[in-house]
């Protein structure tokens, strides 16, 4: 099941006529990676806040965001300064701890 439901074409986030630097960028990733490990203990396993929590996610984003998202998170797939493209496709794993510091 797909669920948009606290999803809107409004991201204050960004705005279309600034070009983001790279720390809002990286700002609008940290928002959506919250909002997408939320949603995935509140709607893929009805509520269920066990640390075993999975759910298959697709994500569709511009390159220069997953490049960016990529680099933060999980360096060593960019290694020898490869790029990533519109399109490209990569897999990752979302590991997430609700309720603790």
Not at 38 to 56: E, I, K
Request: glycine share 6%; with cysteine.
């Amino acid at each position: 099941h797909v669920h948009f439901n606290d999803m809107t074409e409004e991201d204050e986030a960004w705005r279309p006529d600034k070009r983001e630097s790279l720390s809002e960028v990286r700002h609008r990733i940290d928002r959506f990676l919250v909002w997408l490990s939320w949603n995935q203990v509140h709607y893929v396993n009805n509520g269920n806040t066990s640390n075993d929590v999975q759910g298959p996610f697709l994500v569709v984003s511009h390159g220069v965001w997953m490049e960016s998202m990529l680099g933060k998170y999980c360096p060593s797939l960019l290694e020898g300064d490869k790029r990533v493209y519109n399109c490209d496709i990569y897999r990752a794993t979302l590991v997430g701890q609700w309720g603790r510091d």
